[in-house]
């Protein structure tokens, strides 16, 4: 099982979250995603599969639902 994470921005409502899990869910190898909406600042999505995901592919789902996935602040 692989999983990987990612910061979002822009999300503000279960809306988001619900546009945002439907694009995500719609990749191959994805079997789960969890997100912790964080309302007006950075959202966290964690995404599972059985191998290891593009992370690519994850950028342009999210930019597909309107966001934009954004670096881990250091």
Same mark, same amino acid.
């Given at each position: @099982?692989?999983? %990987?994470?990612?910061?979002? !921005?822009? @999300? %503000? *409502?279960?809306? *988001?979250? #619900?546009? =945002? &899990?439907?694009?995500? !869910?719609?990749?191959?190898?994805?079997?789960? /995603?969890?997100? =912790?909406?964080?309302? $007006?600042?950075?959202?966290?999505? &964690?995404?599972? $599969?059985? +191998?290891?995901?593009? &992370?690519?592919?994850?950028? +342009? #789902? =999210? #930019?597909?639902? $309107?966001?934009? /996935?954004?670096?881990? !602040? #250091?």
């Amino acid at each position: @099982m692989s999983t %990987t994470s990612v910061n979002i !921005s822009g @999300m %503000t *409502c279960n809306h *988001c979250v #619900a546009s =945002v &899990t439907e694009e995500l !869910s719609e990749l191959d190898g994805v079997t789960n /995603v969890d997100i =912790v909406l964080n309302r $007006g600042g950075i959202s966290t999505a &964690t995404i599972s $599969g059985p +191998e290891e995901l593009d &992370t690519q592919k994850i950028t +342009e #789902a =999210v #930019a597909e639902a $309107g966001y934009e /996935v954004v670096p881990p !602040s #250091a």
